[in-house]
């Protein structure tokens, strides 16, 4: 069987150094908040700095969730934003944070061809109040320095979801770092995976930083003492250790995945794939998407040929029933979509590549007998 993904073998080489970590982290420091949280989040932002002259501050939260929420929370209530415009298949958990936040919830447009956010859906937004939320759907990308260019250009705040992109570039520039705020997660089958939930918030300044870090802990700048409101969003001590050390070995772990998508873009039919990455570009290839009419009856023939599959995601942010009601009526054509003919085909970086050849030999099979 070719699993979709196998966290037990995929940790399995970081687990031994990493549990080390987690024991001399467990045995000499604070479990909440303690040096190791400090030690990750430093070389987080260390690692998203590369080759940029801003200031990057990283400060880490219980969850991806946790970080756009926190982000959102603190536009509306520091920077009296209203509304946040999101691209029309962001994720649930992206719509949901905005919505808890307080914000008003507008979609705009993706492109069609590249199932990414472009120019063109956000040029009708123009209010200084308003936000932009872009989101690196699969670990690829769609016009971010257009986008970013747009926003400085009008005064709008810009934030990515950059949950599935680590290890994206724009011209030797991570994903994550053109917004004025970004939110990564390290759920463990992200590309930074943990032990466990986590995540963080990216920001440009230190006073943002600080903020942010008194919100994920009750508001508390000093103990007892609350001076915003805050929550209870902390990433773990442990998994901060465990972190740490896979952290070293994550440019390894995108030259394999690079190297597998490669083969996917050999041996399958254009007309299926998402459009490729431009010179100067590098995907995260978090999720390796293929696009087919009977979704279903290629999802079954490889299973039957033992090759897991997934769907990212079958039902639009819009259309979920807790979402109708709380968000003005919308539909887009390219979100049904892709909603319905999106394919994630395994890509885990324990998979050889003439596993990945077999995959893609058995979907060229079950499109020539569909």
Not at 38 to 48: G, I, N, V, Y
Not at 146 to 172: N, P, R, W
Not at 266 to 282: F, T, V
Not at 349 to 366: G, R
């Amino acid at each position: 069987m070719i699993v979709y993904e196998d966290l037990s073998k995929l940790n399995a080489e970081y687990v031994p150094k990493g549990m080390s970590s987690v024991e001399a982290s467990y045995l000499s420091e604070p479990l909440i908040l303690g040096p190791s949280v400090k030690k990750f989040e430093d070389r987080f932002a260390a690692h998203l700095s590369v080759g940029i002259q801003e200031n990057v501050y990283a400060v880490s939260v219980g969850s991806g969730y946790d970080a756009l929420f926190l982000i959102f929370r603190y536009l509306r209530e520091q920077q009296k934003k209203r509304t946040v415009f999101l691209q029309s298949n962001s994720y649930l958990a992206t719509v949901m944070a905005a919505l808890n936040a307080g914000l008003v919830v507008k979609f705009f447009e993706i492109n069609e061809n590249s199932k990414q956010p472009c120019l063109n859906g956000v040029e009708g937004v123009t209010d200084k109040n308003s936000v932009i939320c872009i989101t690196h759907m699969h670990g690829r990308f769609g016009e971010v320095q257009e986008i970013t260019d747009y926003c400085d250009s009008k005064g709008i705040v810009l934030v990515e979801d950059a949950a599935q992109s680590l290890g994206a570039m724009i011209q030797g520039r991570h994903l994550g770092t053109f917004g004025h705020f970004s939110a990564f997660s390290f759920f463990p089958t992200k590309p930074l995976g943990g032990l466990g939930d986590g995540g963080a918030i990216i920001c440009r300044s230190s006073e943002d930083a600080a903020h942010f870090s008194k919100m994920r802990f009750y508001g508390f700048g000093i103990k007892n003492f609350a001076e915003v409101m805050g929550v209870n969003s902390r990433l773990d001590n442990l998994n901060a250790a465990f972190l740490i050390q896979k952290l070293r070995a994550l440019s390894k772990i995108e030259k394999k995945k690079n190297k597998l998508a490669a083969i996917y873009r050999r041996m399958l039919n254009k007309e299926i794939l998402p459009p490729p990455a431009l010179q100067n570009q590098i995907f995260s290839n978090h999720i390796f998407p293929v696009y087919v009419k009977k979704r279903n009856y290629v999802r079954r023939r490889l299973l039957d040929s033992g090759i897991q599959t997934q769907v990212h995601y079958p039902i639009p942010a819009y259309r979920q029933p807790a979402i109708k009601g709380r968000i003005e009526k919308f539909r887009s054509r390219a979100t049904d979509i892709d909603s319905l003919m999106q394919l994630s085909l395994p890509i885990s970086p324990i998979l050889s590549p003439k596993q990945i050849e077999f995959v893609a030999e058995q979907v060229l099979l079950c499109l020539s007998q569909s």
